[in-house]
């Protein structure tokens, strides 16, 4: 018999970076029923950013959450709705709530990798109503897989039923995947799951790596739609887990038409590696820098990719753009 | 000390592949420039299907060989000049002879997987001229891993200072490709080399197996321009190779230049695995058979997708395009 791998779909969430958010009901309901069609387990809607997140400062989305969450809702019955949502961008009130009420199946709480802590009462509250809850793990390339194994450990303890971490700047090589993969399923007695990006063109060979050290849990997108140089591309995933024996319970026609339908309806760039995709993969910082880092680069006379590296190693996140006009001082001082 | 990786470069050669060998003397020279920038190895030029290769058959080019050869040799000094050339479409009193006069420093002699024997004359001739020569075994997925190291061989044996293998079809996975190049390094004394495609999202990764199992030089594309899929993204394989320790005397930012420039320059549309390249891919068939396998399967009522699995079970290579009709028939009789 072989080996189950559970597959979420966040292409109607992560695709929403690519397009800034811009998906609307009806296009979403499109999806939805393509991927029931195609069975998968779970599909994952919203704000890029998760649930609550529409915003000046990270992006306006044009529809409403619950208008997004209900026009999944009514096209899935076997496939599971999911949603991605960061405390602080959501609050339990308004928007766990709204999830709630609107049917949605699967919760994942998320947080940057080494603030797990601030997840507690969201999983908390969450597993007490008796709904499914994984915790997530961003950016996790920034914490060692010591401290990446630690902060899974308190979303266990908070009553996460499964723990995926995320390479959310597409750093990682395959090594780097199965070694924390390893770690965390040595650490932890639920599952681990993995979300992948392309930065590095690695984001398949990635998945299948945490597959292959243990992870049950793996995330794509068709046509690899989502932030920068894009996700783990799922009909891919699909068809080459198939090819090494795997049972992800996913149609591989019907996901290939999946695919072809969300290229034609809201994907108008098909995510591929730019140079500054490569450039952010490497570095370690969120792609999402660039407009600021050549803007700030051009008028202080430095190469932005230098910026990049410097922010890297000063293990700069979103919300520190102001370390970009620091950096660039820096740099143009040494000139 | 690290270790050296050759890397040549068919961005002027295979990337003609996905503009129907549109490529004009004029990109030809502002590429070379900006590869020769970025040290780029070797820079192969022409045709997609090779010199002499240009027909209403494969596809007219828009300019004459040689007048792309001079164009990338005016502008190419440290960095070597090469070419593909498969006997049949390039003769050696026309085409050699030719690339020999324009000043060609690598000549490539390939062939399909099974079919060494035609290139023993042509690897002779330029033997002995003093020049310098690499075999390539193309779609080399359709034969054993013990088939290749025999063709492969054979090529040695004619006088070939290097033997590179093709995954035309994009249809391995790492383990496949590090199976055969173990097994190549182990027969032959010479060089052995991988040139990837993308229809399984493995190229790169694909490339750096080739790398770890010994194979000494790789095959890459800025943006993965090339035929369907693409092939190995070059620009983020220097980068991937260069963060694992490898040498490839390639300098990253002007190799990130040099893709950015050809993706404004000649690239309308940086390639991605579409539906079809994965059904390419798994099936192992060329994806050029698309067309008119749509057109078939429509006819005859059939899935365009078991068409491909079927013209992969029957082997079907260029050229064979009367199967498809075959299949489509055998198929819609089976319903």
């Known amino acids: 018999m072989s080996k189950k791998v559970l ?9 929403n970076h690519a397009i800034a958010h811009k998906l609307t009901p009806e296009q979403v309901a499109k999806y939805a029923k393509a991927a029931e ?6 599909v994952e809607v919203g704000h890029g ?7 000046f400062q990270v992006g306006l989305a044009v529809a409403a959450d619950y208008d997004l969450l209900k026009a999944a809702r009514d096209n899935l019955s076997d496939s599971k709705l999911g949603i991605h949502s960061i405390p602080g961008f959501s609050t339990i009130k308004r928007d766990i709530q709204n999830a709630i009420d609107v049917g949605v199946d699967v919760f994942r709480i998320a947080c940057h990798c080494t603030e797990a802590d601030i997840t507690e009462k969201h999983i908390g509250y969450l597993r007490e109503k008796g709904k499914t809850v994984h915790g997530v793990l961003m950016m996790s390339h920034m914490a060692s897989p010591e401290v990446l194994a630690e902060e899974a450990a308190k979303m266990e303890l ?3 039923e499964a723990v995926v971490f995320m390479d959310s700047a597409g750093a990682y090589l395959p090594q780097d995947v199965s070694e924390r993969v390893a ?3 040595s650490n932890l007695r639920i599952p681990v799951g993995f979300h992948g990006h392309n930065n590095l ?3 398949v060979a990635n998945t299948v790596a945490a597959v292959e050290s243990g992870a049950s849990i793996v995330d794509g997108t068709v046509r690899g739609f989502g932030a920068g140089a894009g996700n783990t591309q799922l009909e891919v995933l699909v068809a080459v887990l198939e090819k090494l024996g795997y049972d992800t319970g996913i149609d591989l026609y019907r996901i290939l038409d999946a695919a072809d339908l969300a290229e034609k309806e809201f994907i108008p760039v098909v995510p591929f590696v730019s140079s500054t995709s490569v450039v952010s993969g490497l570095s370690g910082v ?3 820098f660039i407009k600021h880092v050549n803007r700030v680069a051009l008028e202080f006379g430095v190469d932005p990719r230098d910026v990049f590296f410097e922010l890297g190693k000063r293990k700069a996140v ?7 006009v620091e950096v660039a001082v820096a740099l143009s001082r040494k000139k």
């Open 37 to 42: 069609a195609a069975k998968v387990p779970i």
């Open 7 to 15: 597959i979420s779909d966040p292409t109607l969430r992560d695709g």
């Open 49 to 55: 950013n998760g649930i609550g997140a529409s915003s």
């Open 201 to 203: 063109g690695m984001a």
């Open 183 to 185: 770690k965390l399923v």
């Open 158 to 160: 908070y009553g996460a």
């Open 286 to 288: 969120f792609s999402g």
């Open 318 to 324: 979103a919300g520190q753009e102001d370390m970009i």
